[in-house]
């Protein structure tokens, strides 16, 4: 009696799920379909990146060599390249270099060329606060000291990844300017770091003390 009843709910069963196929078997020949296309789609765009990813990487590391080569407008125009074809870390990468190499040539549209970095949000905090710091340093070279201030200023933050060497390059800019007040006001900031490097210890005393000196000769 008991495989009468089996039988006939199997029965029941093989037809309800008969009447579901007839009903939505499109749709999911349909899904079936769209999952295995979506599949093969992203594994193409994945083969893309990493494409586009190493051709960006192989022109990167042929710039680079073109620059240890003394090789400086081919350099320059290999990284513009870069910046403006290749994956978004390659681009900001290269940007970065560009600028770089042209501080050996040209060093107004060098701070020019740093100065977009660091008003780019799209290439990170990180290299935004490098190329100010870069830029800083360039004007102070150049004797814009008030420049330089304005951008390293805002690096010296408790909280920014580049606060020692901005701090540094502050004391140097103050020195230069012969702004004792602010030179000192620095050092002390440097000094009271727990955190900050020995190295800039260093190199900032030996700067005060060059002062103190120049100060009573």
Known sequence: MADIFREVDEEVRREQLKKLWERYGNYAVAAAVLLVVAVAAWRGYMWWEAKKAAEAGAAFEAAATLAEAGKRSEAEAAFAKVAADGTPAYRHLARMREAAELTQTDAKAAIAAYDQIAADGAVGPVLQDLAALRAGALL??????????????????????????????????????GDSAAAKRWFDMIMTDAQTPAGTRSRVEMLMALGAGASKS
Do not use: C
């Not at 580049?162 to 140097?172: D, I, P």
């Open 140 to 177: 102070i070279d150049a004797g814009a000291l008030q420049e330089a201030q304005q951008r390293l200023e805002p690096l010296a933050a408790n909280d920014r990844t580049f606060r020692h060497t901005a701090r540094e390059f502050l004391v140097l800019a103050a020195w230069r300017a």
